[in-house]
């Protein structure tokens, strides 16, 4: 038995990209649209303990998402991932939590990462905004960065800790 994590987010937000880096310690500039949602079985140790996860990765470009439900109707925990550099994609993570909370319940164990932030100059999601708003969903807020690697652990660490003391 495993427990189903399905990232969620806007199109080229770094959601491969940062499964990648966690999975294989590896990252690509020209990192290809994902097409058809894909998991990846891994176990994630906390303490003395292993949790295995099974990773689903979904398509963000809204004319490949037809199978959405499919995908996060079983999870235990969501990694919702916004781009620091784009509005519009924390707009979209704002409304993954809502529709999360309807169809899966607010026990759901949800992360949400502020990704690609190794382009802080470019930043427009204010991190303060961000946090405060993960506070009051009962998430969490990671800043990450899949092409460093920064806070994407930490980021796997929590989901999986959280799954486990549900
Ligand atoms: P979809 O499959 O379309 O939903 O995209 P995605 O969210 O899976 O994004 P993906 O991982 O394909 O990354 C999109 C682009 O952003 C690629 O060119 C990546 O190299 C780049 N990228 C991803 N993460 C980072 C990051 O942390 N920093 C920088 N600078 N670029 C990143």
């Not at 994630?44 to 037809?66: C, H, S, Y």
Request: hydrophobic share 35%.
């Amino acid at each position: 038995m495993s427990y189903r994590v399905v990232f969620l987010g806007e199109g080229r937000v770094g959601k491969t990209s940062i499964i990648t880096r966690y999975i294989d310690g590896k990252f690509s500039e020209t990192q290809a649209s994902t097409v058809q949602a894909q998991n990846f079985p891994k176990s994630v140790k906390v303490e003395d303990e292993m949790v295995p996860l099974d990773i689903w990765d979904t398509a963000g470009q809204e004319r490949f998402q037809a199978l959405g439900p499919i995908y996060y109707r079983e999870s235990k925990g969501a990694i919702l991932v916004y781009d620091i550099t784009d509005i519009d994609s924390f707009v979209k993570v704002q409304k993954w939590v809502k529709e999360l909370h309807k169809m899966v319940g607010t026990n759901i164990a949800i992360a949400i990462c502020g990704n690609k932030i190794d382009k802080e100059r470019e930043r427009v999601v204010k991190q303060s905004e961000a946090e405060t708003y993960a506070q009051t969903v009962g998430a969490r807020h990671f800043n990450t960065s899949a092409k460093s690697g920064k806070g994407v652990n930490e980021a796997f660490q929590y989901i999986a800790r959280e799954i486990m003391i549900r």
